[in-house]
């Protein structure tokens, strides 16, 4: 079996405190704000990269196909429902012949634009697409200078590609391979570009280069810009979608710190196959509490899981950290208040630093990766004596991922004997019957001893797992969300949250110097078969 790799890290650079793109990080503490304006498909928002300014969205100006527009606006009154407690906003509406439905989930500088469309007609569309307005006010740039899309020659002015003269000063951009012989929407306007377009996202920078306002589709059907208003669209392509059946696509709108470069990185990145989204778990900053991240789940009904970075930390010098009140487990030392979590601009990585009063200093940081999260936790010694026996705890909450959450643990697994069992089919006894199974598994021969009975309600199973690898599979087993932390000690599953873990043990601190645990999240299509290959390294 292959050995499983991580990407690179850049522990040092964490370790004294900054970001891994100075000058290009936000408070991923703070969100953008939405305000739904009732009535129509837009909404206005409030970005951190932008104080005191507003950009809007409309989702989406028009539906349609190759050969037919299927929904327009205006005539449509739709009624928004939320911000709810996630901040999220949505709304859907039909008519005869398509169902829309939207929502939109902010982040600390991006939103995730989620759309859905049903066919009611009786025919089967071709390149469907939905036709988005985004009006980036605090850039705004109606000549197209500073308003950028890809072409063959790279990123590229509009202001500098030859455009169609048209009626009005607005322009649409085929996509390089994607030349319609006819299309009923794009033909309309008369005002189609002889540049393709060589990649789907379009872009406008501020005036002082500093920030970006961009687009991007997983894939688009077409671009457009219009100088009249300074918008910028990426219209998400559905692919074909025969009678009755429905379709989803993700578009990402950023408002972020950066210049082009930062931005053309960073939403090449995010449109890599099933990229999640990263945002800090709000909280008081004067409380100790959780210091944990969200990640949101790549599809559309999925929510997001919560990882606590972590739970505990201790060593021979007893409990350092916990991020819950235990009258029997109170930590030798606390730091006056938790540090903000910041957000890496050209990757949406999420990293902290928090030093503690007795000269140790821990940190966290996840970075977003195609189909999951590197995850990376460091400890540095500022005391004059060696830190040992260094043992972590890192819990990883489902309660916010309905799919994946089952707490009798039938979909919850580990890998024993070659062969993937379900937590709640291994050997073992639940010590409390008024609580959920809570089951953990020693690693191979490591961890603890197999049919141990522990204080708490929870119990060792006598099956054994292989590797340090415990997933969590929806009903149908199709999707999947792993975790693994190298050198794991032990898998862990309590029903009542539901909460995967894989804690691992720290090598030795000498003073001066920093240690640290590399681990993954996976988040996977295609069974628990494809979490093994991914994890194994297998093709």
Known sequence: MKALLFLPLTVALLAAGASAAAGHSTNA?????????????????????????????????????????????????????????????????????????????????????????????????????SFSCCNPRPVL?????????????????????????????????????????????IDAFQATCATPAADSWIATVAADGRSVLGVAAQEAAFLFSNSEFGCIHSAPDFGDVPPGETRTRLMRVYAMPGDLQTFIRRQARGREALVPSLRAVQRDPAEIGMQAAEIWLPWRDAGHVTLRLPETLSSDLGLLFIDHSRPDMPPVTRAD????????????????????????????????????????????????????????????????????????????????????????????????????????????????????????????????????????????????????????????????????????AIADCAPGQTVHAQGRLFILSGGLDRLWQAYSGAP
């Open 29 to 129: 503490m703070r969100r953008i704000k939405l305000e739904p304006v009732q009535g129509t498909m837009s909404f206005a928002a409030r970005a951190p990269a932008f104080p005191g300014d507003v950009f809007a969205l409309t989702v989406p100006e028009t539906i349609g196909d190759v050969e037919e527009v299927l929904l327009n606006f205006p005539g449509h009154e739709p009624r928004w429902t939320g911000p709810d407690a996630a901040g999220a906003i949505g709304y859907t509406l039909a008519n005869d012949k398509v169902r829309f439905e939207a929502r939109v989930v902010p982040f600390c500088d991006h939103l995730d634009v989620w759309q859905t469309i049903t066919n009611l007609t009786d025919r089967t569309w071709r390149h469907a697409f």
């Open 141 to 185: 740039d109606k000549t197209f200078q500073r308003t950028y899309l890809a072409t063959a020659e790279g990123p590229t002015r509009i202001a500098d590609i030859p455009l169609t003269a048209s009626t009005r000063p607005l322009q649409l951009y085929h996509l390089q391979g994607k030349q319609y012989p006819s299309h009923t929407f």
């Open 337 to 504: 208040a938790l540090p903000d979590w910041h957000c890496d601009a050209p990757t949406g990585a999420l990293w902290y630093s928090l030093p503690l009063p007795n000269g140790v200093t821990f940190g966290g940081q996840l970075t977003p990766v195609a189909n999951g999260a590197d995850l990376l936790f460091w400890v540095t010694n500022h005391t004059d004596a060696p830190l040992t026996r260094l043992s972590p705890q890192f819990c990883l909450i489902e309660n916010g991922a309905p799919p994946f959450s089952a707490g009798d643990l039938s979909r919850t697994y580990l890998r024993t004997g070659g062969r993937w069992l379900p937590l709640a089919a291994t050997s073992h006894q639940v010590m409390a019957p008024d609580h959920e199974p809570w089951i953990i598994a020693g690693v191979a021969d490591r961890g603890p001893r197999s049919g141990a009975s522990m204080p708490g309600g929870w119990s060792v199973c006598r099956e054994r797992a292989d590797v340090p690898l415990i997933a969590a599979a929806d009903a149908d087993g199709h999707r999947v969300v792993g975790l693994t932390w190298r050198g794991g000690l032990s898998l862990m599953s309590n029903g009542r949250i539901p909460c995967l873990h894989t804690d691992p």
